[in-house]
């Protein structure tokens, strides 16, 4: 059963980064599919941030592009997320989560997540 | 890029029928058979139920089932349960690498 666990600070100044790392375990990080962050504002819906590959290949929705940068640390069967400039409106939970495939059409098409991680950014 | 269209809720009682949509656009729902349906429960995170429009992880009842025509996707859930009273999300591959979800839809299990 693949298992995954964010991990990070639970609170970030405004302008400042929120950097996110995501465990994964009974998993190899290398077996062929995608993972990506998806975050969820207090009370609303779900967004998605990003998703990447094994090979370093970086997926980012638009409105966020310009702010977000993932990795992976194979080494470690890891992955991480930071995101800069944060304000207040970047609180959220954050989820890791493994995609079903390493089709294309799948890279937001999520089969495992992890708990979530509530980041605030303070004022 | 705009979120796909659900109603923000839907009840039904148990044992019944209901079916959620999920609007979108030729670009999204309508472009590509990669519409996605998730449950979830106050404080958890979501599970997935349904992808590729109309196929079910291992695991999950086949008391949801997912369709689409056009630009709307459904996801139809039979035999209500107490358990079932949670929001479902709908996501679609959008093109260019992305993806979008919808806002969500509570279910209220009379």
């Known amino acids: 059963q693949v298992q995954l666990q964010e991990s990070g600070p639970g609170l970030v100044k405004s302008s400042g980064s929120l950097s996110l790392t995501c465990a994964v375990s009974?998993?190899?990080?290398?077996?062929?599919?995608?993972w990506g962050w998806v975050r969820q504002p207090p009370g609303r819906g779900l967004e998605w941030i990003g998703t990447?590959?094994?090979?370093?290949?970086?997926y980012y929705n638009p409105s966020l592009k310009s702010r977000v940068t993932t990795s992976v640390d194979r080494s470690k069967n890891q992955f991480s997320l930071r995101l800069s400039f944060v304000t207040p409106a970047d609180t959220a939970v954050y989820y890791c989560?493994?995609?079903?495939?390493?089709?294309?059409?799948?890279?937001?098409?999520?089969?495992?997540w992890g708990q979530g991680a509530l980041v605030t950014v303070s004022s | 890029q705009s979120a796909l269209t659900q109603p923000a809720s839907v009840s039904g009682s148990l044992g019944q029928s209901i079916t959620i949509s999920c609007t979108g656009t030729s670009s999204d729902v309508g472009g590509y058979n990669y519409v996605s349906w998730y449950q979830q429960h106050p404080g958890k995170a979501p599970k997935l139920l349904v992808y590729d429009v109309n196929k079910w992880p291992s695991g999950v009842s086949n008391r949801f089932s997912g369709s689409k025509s056009g630009n709307t996707a459904s996801l139809t859930i039979s035999g209500l349960q107490a358990d079932d009273e949670a929001d479902y999300f709908c996501s679609s591959y959008a093109g260019s690498d992305t993806f979008i979800f919808g806002g969500g839809t509570q279910l209220t299990v009379l």
């Open positions: 990447i590959y094994q090979d370093g290949s970086r």
């Open positions: 989560a493994k995609t079903m495939t390493a089709a294309g059409g799948h890279l937001g098409t999520f089969d495992y």
């Open positions: 009974d998993y190899a990080i290398v077996s062929g599919c995608f």
